[in-house]
């Protein structure tokens, strides 16, 4: 088992789904755009201080908790559920895409369960991780 936490002033609302599609010469070329960019690497330089000395291998478990920090939140509460854009999906994607990059692992297809959370919270925003080989 692997298991971190990223703390980050601002967690990458950035998305891979955000790709964009433009023609050059008659053809489609997909790019990504500056705020993508900008997220993508801000995941890989935070996830390198974490890679595992060899790759993982076999079936993986990846839980993440993305912790977006609130100054709204009631004075009684130090976190609550962030029912609110970007979606889990979309931004795991972006988030496991950087995995493979960093080599966590040798293909994102190895992780055959995903628990993905999203929060508001008052202090300690960041992305909370854990990894577990399930064979």
């Given at each position: 088992?692997?298991?971190?936490?990223?703390p980050m002033e601002k967690v990458p609302t950035a998305t891979h789904?955000?790709?964009?599609?433009?023609?050059?010469?008659?053809?489609?070329?997909?790019?990504?755009?500056?705020?993508?960019?900008?997220?993508?690497?801000?995941?890989?330089?935070?996830?390198?201080?974490?890679?595992?000395g060899t790759q993982l291998t076999g079936p993986l478990r990846l839980?993440?908790?993305?912790?977006?920090?609130?100054?709204?939140?009631?004075?009684?509460?130090?976190?609550?559920?962030?029912?609110?854009?970007?979606?889990?999906?979309?931004?795991?994607?972006?988030?496991?895409?950087?995995?493979?990059?960093?080599?966590f692992w040798k293909d994102d297809a190895q992780v055959c369960s995903?628990?993905?959370?999203?929060?508001?919270?008052?202090?300690?925003?960041?992305?909370?991780?854990?990894?577990?080989?399930?064979?």
């Amino acid at each position: 088992m692997l298991e971190f936490f990223m703390p980050m002033e601002k967690v990458p609302t950035a998305t891979h789904q955000m790709k964009k599609v433009r023609m050059v010469k008659g053809k489609p070329s997909f790019y990504e755009p500056t705020e993508v960019a900008q997220a993508r690497q801000k995941l890989m330089s935070h996830l390198a201080e974490h890679k595992p000395g060899t790759q993982l291998t076999g079936p993986l478990r990846l839980t993440t908790k993305w912790c977006f920090h609130c100054d709204t939140l009631p004075e009684d509460m130090d976190w609550r559920w962030k029912a609110t854009k970007p979606d889990t999906d979309n931004m795991v994607k972006l988030l496991k895409d950087c995995m493979t990059a960093t080599r966590f692992w040798k293909d994102d297809a190895q992780v055959c369960s995903e628990i993905t959370e999203k929060f508001e919270v008052r202090a300690k925003p960041g992305i909370y991780i854990k990894i577990e080989v399930l064979a």
